[in-house]
């Protein structure tokens, strides 16, 4: 069974994490190609860990745009644990802290070359949009939306 909550975003197993999705981004792009300021613990409204049977498998954070908008910021699966839903697990968990802070829209932010990562996002009903904030411009990015509330 799978289990998402809310856990401090510096604990070893969110590291950890980060620190894998990193690799696959430069595995994928030759680098973490993301503008702007990476998200830190002060500045993420909530981080959330999906666990079985104590295993970190994946996470992701919510950082504030702004009232009303929240942009979910680095969401990731381990390579072994995708294709059964933890993906869409973590999303909606990050769509209920979001309409719990009282967050109206959700961003994001993808790349083109995660296209397992689009299909999961517009699947769940986001829409593309032009990139906005740091990312305007940006070939590696690629701009989703949805309103939630």
């Not at 973590?90 to 995660?114: C, H, I, K, M, S």
């Amino acid at each position: 069974m799978i289990e998402i909550a809310a856990e401090p975003f510096d604990s070893p197993d969110s590291v950890a994490l980060r620190e894998d999705l990193a690799r696959e981004l430069t595995e994928r792009y030759g680098a973490d190609l993301e503008p702007g300021k990476k998200p830190t613990a002060a500045d993420v409204a909530v981080w959330v860990v999906a666990r079985e049977d104590g295993r970190a498998l994946g996470c992701g954070a919510l950082r504030s745009l702004g009232e009303p908008v929240v942009e979910i910021k680095r969401m990731y699966v381990r390579r072994e644990a995708r294709g059964r839903g933890i993906g869409a697990a973590v999303l909606n968990r990050l769509e209920q802290e979001a309409v719990e802070r009282g967050f109206r829209v959700v961003r994001l932010e993808t790349g083109p070359l995660q296209p397992e990562a689009v299909h999961l996002y517009e699947r769940a009903g986001y829409r593309e949009i032009p990139c906005f904030g740091t990312y305007a411009g940006g070939a590696a990015s690629r701009c989703f939306e949805r309103r939630i509330a």
